[in-house]
DNA sequence: GAGGCTAATGTCAGCCGCTGACAGTTGACA
DNA sequence: TGTCAACTGTCAGCGGCTGACATTAGCCTC
């Protein structure tokens, strides 16, 4: 058994029927997941269901994604590593925090595209907010972004010419900026509103008040 | 059946034979398992082994614990409200962020005298470190950690007189503060020094790096 | 294009976490 | 002491997940 696990980068030359299939498999496995999941929610939705849905057996669910969870976080994969592509590409005159701001900017802008030979983005964003709203997965979110955060501060860490290891600047700078993130993340979750545009005037917002915040006294 | 999920703040007017059995079963069950949980690790431990041991029913465990996880942050609870209390002491005139600093080195101090009831401090410790190096238990303890991060946002408007719903800043600036907590956190589950000290001595320096972190400007 | 190789899938058995239902036991209290 | 309620045990069962083995089906060679 092969089975890629990742979308993208795969061998792809010359798919032949084989990987076709298994494409296709996955594919349609991920998108009634999701779609179920956004319906009737995730808890309430079975492995056997979604199995049962594209006619393959819940063994080979498991053969495609490590666990229910797995395909929640399949898209978000494909999302973080797009904004990581975006922060490496700002110049290096930008500093840490603008950087940052515009490769999430510039990343959200580019993100249909990006996402539109997997998922249509409408789906992906009622799974973002299933996300936000199911206990269990946000707790999981919230670990993977701080594998993210994690990644960032390296890219970071490199950009300003500092050692990650030692320097403990870049996490924190990063640590701060990733928790507004998270902020404005959870009211967009909250709110009615579940377009991307929404949540870009939010994160906006919030990140406007980063420093400020900071200073120190805010009663004058 | 009844069964009081939280250790304090029980009716505790003359016990009686049942309370007090009660209580040791589920000072039993919880200690049992931060043993097991410490010494052979959480996934390699099961609930029968728990319960065996201290010869109950696995019915009976779930009864005092809504699941296995719940036996790991039941400590944990604790903890947190303990800080919770040692912020709503700090005085009027400090600003948020000396307040939370201050109320968190408060709190640790004071720490071990709280615990002591409950479990001694070193298991405490090292379970922490178990939540720390297991990603399931991370996970969970990120979102516990994201919810009181929204009541410690709460209690920072109320003391500079915001209205915490409407405006950003408490919720920022309590993210920026916690988001370095937590470097401070996973470097020390990291780290050899797994005392109380290590850990104190780390956020300070962490700490410290939050303002000029965030001036933008770290080549000069 | 028949046959062999191997990847993909199906089937089955079983572990573990967790829950509802029901029955048995044991403190509490009159 | 007897009744009631609280606590516990037992049992059956679901859902997520895995290993082992048998079956199917694409691929490649002669």
Redesign the interface.
Known sequence: MTVEQHTGAGPALRPGLREKKKQRTRDALLRVALELFTTKGYEETTVDEIADAVEVSQRTFFRYFAGKEAAVFAVQETVESHFSAALRARPAEE???TAMRRAVAVSWETLEETLQPVVPLELYMRTYQVIEST?AL???H??RS?ELEEETARLIAER???DADSD??P???V??F???M??AG?LWGRGEDTGVDALRRLTE??LD??????A????V
């Open positions: 500093n840490p925090f206990p946000l707790a999981v919230l670990r701080a300003e010419g500092l403990p600047r996490r924190v700078a640590a701060a990733t928790g507004v998270r902020v959870g917002e919030h008040h980063l420093g400020p915040a900071l120190g006294d805010w009663r």
